[in-house]
């Protein structure tokens, strides 16, 4: 359910790429690395860490921190981009979080 809302909010910002009942989710943002971390930033509840399956929600650029010692062909090869980032679901109201993901998503529009 909430990829399918997330889908809908987006309005093809970002490609969602998840498995049914998934809590962390990773896509691919249009605009690459610059939109990548404009939304990043623009997110308030979900925290720039890099802890998955927490009780709170997090946010990662994998490009730029827990797998910046890559090289871009090793990047590549694990299906990361400048433009990918990756969401934790945590157990915060899902009004909220679906709210903070829409700022991030206008933030790039």
Do not use: C, Y
């Not at 929600?57 to 990756?86: F, N």
């Amino acid at each position: 359910m909430l990829e399918r809302r997330i889908a809908a909010l987006e309005g093809g910002a970002a490609a969602l790429a998840v498995a049914s009942g998934a809590s962390i989710f990773t896509f691919e943002i249009a605009g690459g690395q610059d939109a990548a971390w404009k939304f990043i930033d623009n997110l308030k509840i979900f925290s720039l860490l890099a802890n998955v399956a927490d009780v709170k929600s997090l946010v990662i650029h994998p490009a730029t921190t827990t797998h910046s010692q890559l090289s871009e062909a090793e990047l590549a090869d694990q299906g990361i981009t400048p433009s990918t980032i990756r969401l934790s679901i945590g157990t915060e109201h899902i009004d909220d979080i679906i709210a903070d993901l829409t700022r991030g998503f206008a933030a790039i529009q």
